[in-house]
């Protein structure tokens, strides 16, 4: 593991520790370092640290994908709040397999969480380079379909 994956592992921990505890006096906070190098040692030792557990490559990228992620929620919720309170409730449930280019698991996982992140889509299964999503509205499916959401997920990976 590259010093600078520990070290960003260190300091996450321990502000994961600060947040949570609440306590500031200087032993307290030396403690809470201490318990976050040892939980980096053991996990080392035992060999459960890997790129994906710890994706800090994707820090640079989140920058730019997450407001429009966010952007994207809100244009939903809005969407899906307008077909719930219409008086003709006009829903289409709508499944549709959409293909994803992204190159590592975890940006598949992304791309599907971030369509179900989004109101009136779920992912199902993601098969291969396929993810099976529900949409509320066929309006819903073809918006996943177009590809946007995917293209933004792979220069969020950073692989294309």
Known sequence: MSPYRSISVIATLFLFWVVMSGY???FLLTMGLVSAG???WFAHR???MDHEGHPIHLGK???TYWPWLLKEIVKSAW???RIIVSPALPISPTMVRVKTTQKTPVGQVTYANSITLTPGTISVAISGDEILVHALTREGAQGVA???MDRRVTAFEGLS
């Open 79 to 81: 969407d899906v709040s």
């Open 46 to 48: 035992m060999d459960v």
């Open 24 to 26: 500031f006096t200087p």
């Open 61 to 63: 990228n989140a920058f």
């Open 38 to 40: 040892a939980v980096l």
């Open 146 to 148: 177009d590809g946007d």
